[in-house]
Structure formats: C-alpha cells, structure tokens
C-alpha cells in the first residue's frame, strides 16, 4: 500500500498545473475486480488520446478509500460498490456527483474440474472445506454475507484476504477450495478456474461508481475519463469482461 | 564532533523520531483504552507473542547448529549455503510467503505429501504463522552467532578438550557463554523481526481472527476501517519492542563481536 503511494506521488510529482487532457497523467484508483477490464480502457483511451498517460492503482474499495482519505494523489476513483463511495463522499473528496458505470454478479470460484463437487451456496457452509473471504470493509465480503444471509448458511472462513484478487488467487493455486468472488474474475481466472453460478434468488447485483476527486492534479482529463468509461465503446470493453451495464 | 557530521546524525534521529511523534499526535488518547482492550487487540497481541516466541525458540533450536556448521565446518560450496540460508533476510517478506506456498502448501513440493499423507496442512494455521516468522527471523539470529563463533578464540575450547571434557560439556560450559551476548542479540532481533512479520504471513498463514491474524495484519486490517484503532495498536506494538531495545541497551549490542582474550 505505502509503496504505490509513494510511485504515485513520483509519478503525478511531474505535472505542474491542470493541463488539458492532451498532455497529462492521469492517476485512477480502481477497486481490485477491474484489473483487466481498466487496463483494457486505459489502452483504448491513451489510442484515441496520444498524449494522454495513464497510471492505475487496483486495490481493495475500502483500502483505497482510505488511501484517498490520507491524501493520496487521484484524479478518479472506481469503487466496487456504494458504500465505499458513500464513505469517500461523506468525507467531501468528491469533485461531483458518482456515476454508476457498471454492474456485475458475485459468484462461487472453485479449482479446475470442481474436485470438491460444490453445486450450491450451502455447500459451502461444510466444515471440511476451505473457503476464503474477503476482508469485513471489501466490497465482495459484504456481498459474500448478503448471498450467505439470502440461502441462510453460516460460513467460516479459514481467512479472509485483502481484496477479491487475492481470493482468486488462493482457490487457483489449490490452498482453498472455494470463495465468492465476482463473475468477471471467474472469467479473467480462464482455464485456472471454474465458476459455479449462484441462483438468482440468492445472489445480489453489485453496483460499481466511478467519480472524480476533488483536488486533483487532471480535473479535464478526469472528466474525459469518465465520459470515456461511460460511453458505447467504454461499455463494450466492459461487457467483454463480464461486467453488466447499469 | 564537527558540526556537519553533527547536524547529519540529527537529521538522522529526527528522521527516525518523526513517524513516532506523528503516532501520537494523532492518537486517539480518550479512546484508546477501549481499543486497547477490544477483542481485536487482545486477540492479535496474544497471537502474536506466543507465534513470535515459538519462532524465536525454533531460530534458537535450529540456528545455533546451523551457525556453527558454517563458522567452523570448512565444506566446498559453503559460501552458497550461507547464502542460500541467510536469503530469507534481503528477499520481500511477500516473495517469502510465496516461495513457501509452492513449498510447504497444499499443492506444494513438500506440503503435498504433508497433506495426503499426515492430514498436515500449514496455510491458514497457526502452526504455518510460525513456520513463516520462523522463514523470516532464523537468519538474524545464524548471522550474529556465526560471527561471534567465528571470533571466539579456538584455544579455549581446545583447553577444555585437552583438560578431559567431552563435546557437550565443552558447548555448554566454554563456548556458550562466551558467545551469550551474541546469541541473546541474535534471538532478540529473531523475536522483533517474527513480530513485525506481515508479507509472508498474510500470503502463507493467511488472516483470519484468533489463529493467524497477528498485531501486524490487525494494524494493517483495521487501518481501512478505523484507523484510530489502528493508530492505538501501532502504537502498542512500538511501546513493547521500543521496551524490549532500551532493556538489552548498549552492551548486548557492543558484546557481538568482541573477541575473547585467552591469558597467555
């Protein structure tokens, strides 16, 4: 966490003043889920910006909030869901108001093949296996106890992990069997993982704004961001992730 | 002292001073007995004394063998050993907790048959909380009583076994004692650096309330909820190493390396 601080302060050190989005850097905090899909707009945004420049930082919602709250330098801030946006608003960081952008579906990962035969919520609840969660304040662990609460399953986790990425990571390396991650990250994991869908009477929407921060170093280029986000092509990167629209 | 040299060395202290000043300027005093004795802080200080000493103790048990092996066994490739051994000290505590899942996890070179075969499995353990302190701390411990064996005058022990002691007697009551600043400077950096521990533990142990998740990840964890419960425990925790330092003071410190003289 201090070390992408620090690179993002030597990063956006370089710019003076607000420049128009043309010649600017531009720092975006984003929670964990929108790794690739990001990446992939940061891309197609610098394509049709040239000058433009790009630093992303992906983290838990929760954490970057708080690195935000500390004063890290950010121009835009994509959270996983409301109540993290709610908290930076609350604390007057927003330049306006948040926009939904996207939507996505929390679902079960287990390893390749399914080698524990997990089919439903329930299954998760037996003792015997390692289920991991995300941190309480990360976005996909307050999802995780609604759709727990929805089926009425008590689930103890064997950890719980600093952001959503991280729970991947441990079911696609075999030390747990199964944690609730979002749909996008099923798909982004490939042939490591394997998904198993939960029921549409347990399963919640989650809803992902993105804002400017007040203060920042680029407020035009932010904005161009936004819109880019929002946009038809912005949607299109999204939904070729997974994520739903709004 | 010059005053250029002087005015570095206070830049120096300052520098070091400030992030413990900027702790308690922004600690939240009225509240912090409340923090102090929530669950979550009770909880991860236990966990984290009896991990860091059960770690210290393993250091201890391991390290001073394996310290003598490389002051006093000549053996080709015992510059590569020493440096494969004292690795765990210069590499990302992160890089640590990985290496030791493809090692010691459940699908892992070792942690494989471990698991299918004694039901052992580390991650997510208190037991693999130790074993990655332990991963981290050793070396601290290996490089000071490596030094001190290898300044310890040969001919005192060689006295001792010319007088008629055995081997064992003439480790107990020779050379430990000579090396005891040594070996006590040694395991306290062990124990101080097993209690900061957070890279490794977070990726191997993982985090979870009571079994793995130490004072350093309910600092770190706390930070993005409540950072004034955060701030309190920082604080906890540098008020007990900050307790232990002042008590070894100078003279553990100025013992590592001091040659013994034998009267000629």
Redesign the interface.
């Known amino acids: 966490?201090a070390i992408s601080v620090v690179a993002l302060l030597g990063v956006s050190c370089g710019s003076d003043d607000a420049p128009p989005v043309g010649d600017a850097t531009l720092t975006v905090f984003a929670a964990a889920s929108l790794t690739a899909a990001f990446t992939e707009l940061g891309d197609a945004f610098t394509a049709e910006n040239p000058d433009a420049e790009i630093t992303f930082n992906f983290a838990?919602s929760?954490?970057l909030?708080?690195q935000i709250t500390e004063g890290a330098p950010v121009d835009v801030f994509a959270s996983a869901d409301l109540a993290n946006m709610a908290e930076l608003i609350d604390a007057g960081l927003a330049a306006d108001d948040p926009a939904v952008f996207a939507t996505n579906l929390a679902e079960i990962i287990v390893e390749t093949g399914n080698p524990t035969g997990i089919t439903v919520v329930a299954d998760l609840a037996d003792g015997d296996l390692?289920v991991?969660q995300c941190?309480?304040?990360?976005p996909c662990s307050s999802y995780a106890e609604q759709i727990f609460a929805n089926a009425g399953v008590e689930v103890t986790?064997?950890?719980?992990?600093?952001n959503v990425k991280a729970v991947v990571t441990?079911v696609v390396?075999?030390?747990a069997d199964a944690g609730i991650v979002y749909r996008t990250d099923v798909i982004a994991a490939g042939a490591d993982a394997d998904g198993v869908t939960i029921g549409d009477d347990l399963n919640v929407v989650a809803e992902y704004p993105i804002v400017s921060i007040a203060d920042g170093s680029n407020p035009a280029g932010a904005r161009a961001f936004i819109e880019f986000v929002l946009s038809p092509a912005g949607r299109e990167i999204l939904a070729a992730f997974g994520f739903g629209s709004p | 002292m010059p005053v250029p040299a002087l005015a570095l060395a206070i830049v120096a202290v300052a520098f070091f001073a400030l992030p413990l000043v900027g702790l308690i300027w922004r600690a939240p005093w009225s509240n912090a007995w409340t923090y102090l004795t929530a669950d979550t802080a009770l909880v991860a200080l236990r966990l984290s004394m009896v991990t860091s000493l059960c770690a210290t103790a393993l250091s201890i048990v391991f390290g001073v063998p394996l310290a003598w092996l490389l002051a006093r066994v000549d053996f080709p490739g015992r510059g590569a050993v020493r440096a494969l051994c004292l690795l765990s000290m210069v590499l990302p505590p992160v890089v640590g907790g990985v290496a030791l899942?493809f090692a010691l996890?459940?699908?892992g070179l070792v942690g494989q048959y471990l698991d299918q075969w004694f039901g052992i499995t580390l991650?997510?353990t208190t037991a693999g909380v130790v074993v990655a302190q332990t991963f981290v701390a050793m070396p601290f411990l290996v490089i000071t009583v490596e030094a001190a064996l290898r300044q310890l005058d040969p001919r005192l022990e060689d006295a001792s076994r010319t007088l008629g002691a055995s081997r064992w007697y003439t480790f107990r009551r020779v050379t430990l004692p000579a090396i005891r600043p040594a070996l006590t400077a040694g395991a306290v950096l062990a124990w101080a650096r097993a209690l900061g521990e957070f890279g490794a533990t977070?990726t191997f142990a993982?985090?979870?309330p009571g079994t793995?998740?130490t004072m350093p990840l309910a600092v770190?964890?706390s930070?993005?909820?409540n950072?004034e419960e955060a701030i309190v425990l920082a604080l906890l925790m540098i008020a007990i190493s900050f307790t232990v330092l002042v008590g070894l003071r100078d003279r553990w410190f100025g013992a590592v390396g001091r040659p013994v003289q034998v009267a000629a």
């Open positions: 966490m838990g929760s954490d909030v708080a390692v991991v941190a309480p304040e990360v986790p064997a950890s719980f992990e600093e441990k390396l075999g030390e | 899942f996890g459940r699908r991650p997510f977070i993982g985090n979870f793995t998740q770190y964890l930070l993005e909820t950072p």
